[in-house]
């Protein structure tokens, strides 16, 4: 399975993915990026632990990693078709107040058009902090759209 992109070989060097097995995280990337565009999403690979779209709205890697991490990886494409077609369905929903969460990155973690966004502060001093959606299949950034 080949993707137009250089996934890292590692995940990223943050306590939250620190749960996710090493040796199975290129794999995870080419196939999570794979799924995402079958199901229709406009989508290439950001940087570790995210997948950027088009239209500027960046999609963590995190909550699918998680409900991952302890599978089987032959069940890997089958969960991963499931959840890329479920959030390609979610992006028709509508987003409420309660959807809507703040996320606090790195800097260098996100890209730079992003920054020039809205939704985005800096919060302290190499730290930015962003506006999410956080819907059961999903978290993304914000998008006028969604306000």
Same mark, same amino acid.
């Given at each position: 399975?080949?993707? +137009?992109?250089? !996934?890292?070989? %590692?995940? !990223?060097?943050?306590?939250?993915?620190?749960? @996710?097995?090493?040796?199975?995280?290129?794999?995870?990337? &080419?196939?999570?990026?794979?799924?995402?565009?079958?199901?229709?999403?406009?989508?290439?690979?950001?940087?570790?632990? /995210? #997948? +950027?779209?088009?239209?500027?709205?960046?999609? $963590? #890697?995190?909550? #699918?990693?998680? /409900?991952?991490?302890?599978?089987? *990886?032959? %069940?890997?494409?089958?969960?991963? &078709?499931?959840?890329?077609?479920?959030?390609?369905? $979610?992006?028709?929903? !509508?987003?409420?107040?309660?959807? #809507?969460?703040?996320?606090?990155?790195?800097?260098?973690?996100?890209?730079?058009?992003?920054? +020039?966004?809205? @939704?985005?502060?800096? @919060?302290?001093?190499? *730290?930015?902090?962003?506006?999410?959606?956080?819907?059961? %299949?999903?978290? /993304?950034?914000? %998008?006028?759209?969604?306000?």
């Amino acid at each position: 399975m080949a993707a +137009d992109f250089e !996934p890292t070989t %590692t995940p !990223p060097q943050s306590a939250e993915f620190a749960f @996710f097995p090493a040796e199975h995280w290129e794999r995870f990337c &080419e196939t999570a990026l794979v799924q995402a565009r079958m199901a229709g999403l406009d989508v290439h690979f950001g940087g570790p632990g /995210r #997948l +950027d779209s088009s239209d500027g709205i960046v999609y $963590s #890697l995190l909550p #699918l990693a998680k /409900r991952l991490a302890d599978r089987d *990886i032959a %069940t890997w494409d089958e969960a991963l &078709e499931a959840h890329f077609e479920e959030m390609a369905d $979610s992006l028709n929903e !509508p987003v409420g107040p309660q959807h #809507l969460r703040v996320r606090l990155m790195a800097a260098g973690s996100m890209p730079p058009e992003a920054l +020039d966004t809205p @939704f985005w502060t800096e @919060f302290a001093p190499g *730290i930015w902090a962003c506006l999410v959606v956080e819907l059961p %299949t999903l978290i /993304r950034t914000v %998008t006028p759209d969604d306000l």
